[in-house]
């Protein structure tokens, strides 16, 4: 899978090839932005993967264009911290229904039930921690991995892109 960065931040990806034909394309000078097989991303292109695309990209005339991983890599921090969110929120709205059934089954069925739950929350939690970290460790290795091309960022800003401060 390949995404193609375009100045305005826009993102678009196709499923159809990988990093082969990326290398295959920059070897001969070919413009994988002009073909029609790119489809919308549904999110933007934020200074992460402006970052990475500039270190492992090729220019297209339309923007740069590079392997997927490369942007699952750097992205995987905020979506994670957005699952994160999302899983608490859900969590927080079943709460009273949690409680008490939690008050039931402490009472009625299996004492210490309920420190039970803490103590287990608690270890996701801090997994959830230690998993965020690790993710966030490994987005920093992606780009600090690499130099910036420097014929890549002139191409971008030629294009009219900003580049990321820092780069």
């Given amino acids: 899978m390949l995404y193609l960065v375009m100045p305005n931040r826009r993102m678009k990806w196709t499923a159809n090839v990988g990093q082969n034909v990326l290398d295959l394309a920059g070897t001969n000078g070919k413009d994988l932005g002009l073909l029609d097989w790119w489809e919308d991303a549904d999110s933007s292109a ?3 993967v402006v970052r990475v695309a500039l270190r492992y990209g090729i220019a297209s005339s339309v923007g740069v264009i590079l392997d997927a991983g490369h942007v699952v890599q750097v992205r995987r921090p905020s979506e994670m911290r957005e699952l994160f969110r999302e899983s608490e929120a859900v969590r927080t709205k079943a709460s009273p229904q949690m ?7 402490e009472e009625n069925m299996s004492p210490g039930w309920i420190q039970a739950g803490v103590e287990l929350n608690e270890r996701v939690a801090e997994s959830m921690k ?8 490994d987005a920093d290795a992606e780009i600090s991995a690499r130099e910036p091309i420097d014929a890549l960022v002139a191409h971008w800003v030629s294009l009219g892109g900003a580049v990321p401060d820092p780069l």
């Fill in 46 to 48: 934020d200074d992460k």
């Fill in 130 to 137: 230690q998993s965020l970290a690790e993710a966030m460790a």
């Fill in 99 to 105: 409680e008490a059934v939690d008050q039931f089954i």
